[in-house]
């Protein structure tokens, strides 16, 4: 009897495009090493925000991609990453960066996300057009 080896798994990446993922990633990474620690604040909050509008349109039952939920959560976490890298590297301990991170969150203004601000702005430019 002729043993073959076992098919490949069909939902498994192909090696090749697993190192494309991880070149986009350290890609990503360098692009949030270039901000300043106030602009990754404010990415998150967005994102943040995004990622409620998401789960409102998944309640909803409306149409998303479901993909969004799991690359936004990434995204915010390497951000915190970099932040919490910085953190270190100025000597604030564990303890003083969740005293910091506790006052950061009580500063946040709520504001609507990016997505939702741009659907408003369009919402309005139609009803000018309409109006005129």
Avoid at 23 to 30: D, G
Avoid at 51 to 72: D, I, T, V
Avoid at 88 to 99: A, M
């Amino acid at each position: 009897m002729v043993m073959t080896p076992p098919h490949p798994h069909p939902l498994r990446s192909h090696p090749s495009s697993t190192v494309k993922m991880m070149a986009k990633r350290e890609e990503e990474l360098k692009e949030i090493r270039l901000k300043s620690t106030e602009e990754i604040n404010e990415e998150v909050v967005d994102l943040k925000g995004e990622l409620l509008m998401l789960r409102l349109q998944r309640s909803a039952r409306n149409e998303f991609k479901s993909s969004e939920f799991g690359r936004m959560r990434k995204r915010i976490a390497r951000m915190l990453t970099v932040k919490r890298e910085r953190e270190i590297e100025e000597g604030i301990n564990k303890r003083l960066s969740r005293k910091l991170d506790r006052r950061w969150k009580k500063s946040i203004v709520v504001r609507p996300p990016p997505s939702l601000r741009k659907q408003q702005e369009e919402q309005k430019a139609a009803e000018a057009e309409k109006s005129s």
